[in-house]
């Protein structure tokens, strides 16, 4: 079903019911949870049963386009280096126009390219660099005869010490930051010192400079002022490199701790959706995985692109329960509890905003 199709069914004026009636009349069919979606569920359940229950689908947007071009460029790349072949990026591109050319529409179809072309010139570097066991690997579990878990993993990369991580690339227009890590106090100290050492010094050439240039400067005297500048200017390397050796370290300690609080953000972002594609993985190929990483393409004007990693065990005790509370809740819907009652739309969220148009929230 189609956003123009749902706006046909139901009654404008009372929207919300009528959304919840459709999804009532679809009980008794098999229903797959995707990991993508699990978060949706959490965040937004009207969203996640219009998608799941009713397969509301919304037309893909550029950005869902320049996503899917972009992973099928990467995924040409892993499958190749899979078999230890190394594919040329033209070659990846290659692919992925041609997938292009089928999911898009004829207007769409070059600037989607352009887009996907401009953040795969910064992924490629980073894939060459990558050790891939598997890509693009389908999975799934059934939780009853008409319950499944399914989806496709990105990749499982392998570490330098032989153990898998599952890792999920994504495209996104804004980054991912977490708590801001404040600068400690001995640091904005330093910085402040360094900015004062460096103005005191180069007053201190302003009257030389000045001196050095009126004529009736004699020539001995100029080359006494050079001697003096030279002097101050050594004076000033000297002093900034044994500021700057201080101030590094404290500065790196506070970008690696920021680093940590973004992986944090990244986490809580996408991080029950790796953790079940872990558990899939566990049960298909007895391997546990403990650990994640997500690769983030930033579209802003200069693309960037971020390695967020982070440990999945806490997340993966829970993916059982969270599981087991959708089943509960899709048992309950199918037993005839309206799904006006079990499924809330949250207005606050971004996921399912697509419904808005049709919801007076």
């Avoid at 397969?55 to 550029?62: A, M, Y």
């Avoid at 070059?110 to 690997?137: D, G, T």
């Avoid at 059934?142 to 993993?153: F, N, P, Y």
């Avoid at 506070?254 to 996408?270: G, M, S």
């Amino acid at each position: 079903m189609t956003k123009d199709e749902l706006g046909e069914l139901i009654d404008k004026s009372n929207a919300y019911y009528s959304i919840c009636s459709l999804i009532d009349n679809n009980r008794g069919r098999k229903v797959i949870i995707r990991p993508s979606g699990v978060q949706t569920f959490l965040a937004n359940r009207l969203a996640w049963a219009t998608a799941q229950l009713l397969g509301l689908f919304f037309d893909g947007n550029d950005s869902t386009h320049t996503g899917t071009a972009l992973h099928i460029a990467a995924d040409h790349f892993y499958q190749n280096k899979i078999q230890g072949k190394v594919a040329s990026f033209k070659e990846c591109m290659l692919v992925s126009a041609r997938a292009i050319r089928y999911m898009c529409k004829a207007n769409e179809r070059y600037s989607i390219y352009c887009e996907a072309k401009r953040l795969f010139v910064l992924y490629y570097e980073h894939a060459l660099l990558q050790n891939p066991l598997y890509s693009e690997m389908p999975c799934g579990i059934e939780l009853d005869e008409w319950l499944e878990v399914k989806g496709t993993l990105d990749r499982i990369e392998v570490d330098e010490y032989g153990e898998h991580i599952v890792v999920d690339i994504k495209t996104s227009a804004s980054n991912v930051y977490g708590t801001k890590v404040e600068e400690p106090t001995k640091l904005v100290e330093l910085k402040s010192q360094k900015t004062l050492f460096e103005k005191n010094i180069k007053e201190q050439f302003k009257p030389l400079n000045s001196e050095k240039r009126l004529k009736k400067t004699s020539d001995e005297r100029k080359v006494e002022i050079e001697k003096e500048i030279q002097k101050l200017e050594n004076e000033l390397e000297l002093q900034l490199s044994l500021f700057n050796e201080k101030i590094k370290p404290l500065e790196d300690e506070v970008a690696h701790q920021q680093y940590l609080n973004d992986c944090i953000a990244a986490k809580a972002k996408y991080g029950f959706q790796l953790a079940i594609y872990a558990m899939l993985y566990q049960i298909e190929t007895g391997v546990e995985i403990h650990k994640a990483r997500i690769e983030l393409l930033v579209k802003t004007k200069e693309p960037k692109l971020r390695v967020f990693e982070f440990e999945l065990d806490d997340l993966k005790v829970k993916v059982d329960a969270i599981l087991l509370h959708i089943k509960e809740v899709l048992e309950y819907w199918n037993n005839g509890v309206p799904a006006s009652v079990l499924f809330g739309f949250n207005p606050e969220s971004f996921r399912g905003s697509e419904l808005k148009e049709f919801l007076d929230f």
